[in-house]
């Protein structure tokens, strides 16, 4: 094993940089609004090809797919970089960044979603996102018995994006099994193959799942390998990758909408991964003067500081919001699309101007409720 570099400025840039657009593309990808909301690499839209739907689908179930794995490298990448300080006080300092700030913002969909339900308009937007259905005869967090409360803020969020968050913490408590198992000699093979055909699977529990693990696992490797993220090898090039990436997103998108054929969830699957692999690379690499241009804006340096911010609040405010969007206006033509695209803007600004708020007025909460980021 070589010995482990530091990261330089650009790729602390980098690593911000794409932080942040990973934490602002999440927000448009759970705006999704087709009839078949729940996304996963297989889902069939179930519903007519159309410009709306096309979109929709392309952009929230295939070129925005890569932020996910790119937040578990990054993730893996720098806490690796950290093996000079004790693991307890790394473990310790993680109770403080990941397991407090989602239990209180667990706690915070929760208390939202309760209040919401006192009214009436806010019961039926409840019911029809049916994300607090139980059974087949309740449908509301007011019919809960308090130990699925309990479940609920623990395991199941009403904040559904924090599962980041939570396998996150385990994997970073299970650092040094992975570690060891990524730089040892024979080891690595086992593990990777293992955690590929999981990723592949698309195996998830509550505490580890199949991407993650993968993902958080080839960080650690990457960053105590020295692996070069600086270059493309020969197999990296992005330009080559681009190609592969607009195209297969693409037909995959069209194979969704073909009538069904025995097989096609498999299709879909492989052509989803292979698409997020080429997102990777083709961001990472491809995007260099992107950041440049961003990263050397103040005003965009700045925003980024509130990355985490975006992430906590905009879910399930954008379910909610889309809800109670879609009962007065889905009269209009296009009424979805617009949706798509403004109704995540609207949240990203007010999640940064929210953040901005408190941050200056109520700096201490700040610091608890976002782990201490953005200070």
Same mark, same amino acid.
């Given at each position: ?96 960044? *990941?397991? +407090? $700030?989602? =239990?209180? /913002?667990?706690?915070?969909?929760? &208390? ?6 006192? #009214? ?52 970073? *408590?299970? +650092? $040094?099994? =992975?570690? /060891?198992?990524?730089?040892?000699? &024979? ?6 193959? #293992? ?52 195209? *297969? ?127």
């Amino acid at each position: 094993m070589s010995i482990d570099r530091m990261l330089s400025a650009f790729n602390s840039q980098k690593f911000r940089f794409w932080a942040f657009v990973s934490m602002v593309l999440l927000v448009f990808v759970h705006g999704y609004n087709l009839d078949l909301n729940y996304l996963q690499p297989w889902t069939l839209p179930g519903e007519p090809l159309s410009f709306t739907t096309f979109t929709e689908y392309w952009l929230a179930n295939g070129l925005f797919r890569f932020r996910i794995p790119m937040l578990f490298i990054i993730s893996g990448y720098l806490f690796a970089m950290g093996d000079s300080k004790p693991y307890k006080e790394r473990t310790g300092k993680r109770v403080k960044t *990941l397991l +407090y $700030p989602y =239990l209180i /913002w667990s706690a915070i969909a929760l &208390i939202l979603t309760y209040v919401l339900e006192f #009214f009436y308009f806010g019961k039926n937007i409840i019911i029809a996102t049916r994300m607090m259905q139980i059974d087949n005869t309740r449908t509301l967090l007011h019919q809960y018995h308090w130990y699925e409360v309990l479940a609920r803020w623990i395991f199941f969020p009403a904040s559904y994006q924090l599962w980041f968050i939570r396998v996150l913490f385990f994997y970073n *408590l299970a +650092y $040094p099994a =992975l570690r /060891w198992c990524v730089t040892h000699r &024979i080891a690595k093979w086992i593990f990777f193959s #293992f955690a590929v055909l999981a990723w592949l699977a698309t195996v998830g529990i509550v505490f580890v799942e199949g991407e993650g693990l993968l993902f958080f696992s080839l960080g650690i490797w990457m960053q105590k390998t020295n692996f070069d993220i600086d270059k493309p090898g020969k197999w990296l090039q992005p330009v080559y990758w681009f190609i592969v990436f607009v195209a *297969l997103s693409v037909v995959k998108t069209l194979l969704a909408f073909l009538p069904h054929f025995n097989g096609i969830e498999h299709i879909l699957l492989l052509c989803h991964k292979i698409v997020v692999i080429s997102g990777l690379i083709v961001a990472w690499y491809g995007g260099n003067a992107m950041v440049k241009y961003c990263m050397g804006k103040a005003w965009f340096v700045q925003l980024t500081a509130f990355s985490f911010m975006i992430y906590v609040l905009h879910a399930p405010l954008v379910l909610y919001a889309t809800k109670a969007i879609f009962l007065y206006i889905d009269h209009y033509p296009g009424y979805r699309l617009v949706t798509f695209i403004v109704l995540p803007l609207c949240i990203i600004i007010f999640s940064i101007g929210f953040g901005y708020l408190l941050r200056r007025y109520l700096p201490a909460i700040y610091s608890i409720v976002t782990g201490g980021r953005g200070l």
